[in-house]
Nanobody, 127 residues
């Protein structure tokens, strides 16, 4: 499985940014995809998840501002981010896991239970 993020960059607070994650090799028809973010010195935290049926889930801090979607024809995961705040600055990672033991939600899917990862893309929000 390969996952490659793109779209990171620097924007001013209040702006928008869309991250993309091209993935390949996910052969299971039941998998959980997610976006996580991490700042230096802190643990990697879940931002949003989406399952194969398109059901989404968000961290409280981004609800209403971020949207996770997947284009299954292009095998690409997106994270549309708007009303960005300096606290959103982080390295963003996309992740996938085919195991169904855990629900596909931010609460259930800690970084420890996601099996496949991209290398991350840096997002910097200036005030």
């Amino acid at each position: 499985v390969q996952m490659v993020e793109s779209g990171g960059g620097s924007v001013q607070a209040g702006g928008s940014l869309t991250l993309s994650c091209a993935h390949s090799g996910l052969t299971s028809n039941r998998y959980c995809l997610g976006w996580f973010r991490q700042v230096p010195g802190e643990e990697r935290k879940g931002v949003a998840t989406i399952d194969r049926d398109g059901t989404t889930n968000y961290a409280h801090s981004v609800k209403g501002r971020f949207a996770i979607t997947e284009d299954t024809a292009k095998n690409t995961l997106y994270l549309q981010m708007s009303s960005l705040k300096p606290d959103d600055s982080a390295t963003y990672y996309c992740a996938a896991d085919w195991r169904t033991y855990w629900a596909c939600t931010v609460q259930a899917r800690s970084a420890a239970v996601m099996n496949y990862w991209g290398k991350g893309t840096l997002v910097t929000i200036s005030s």
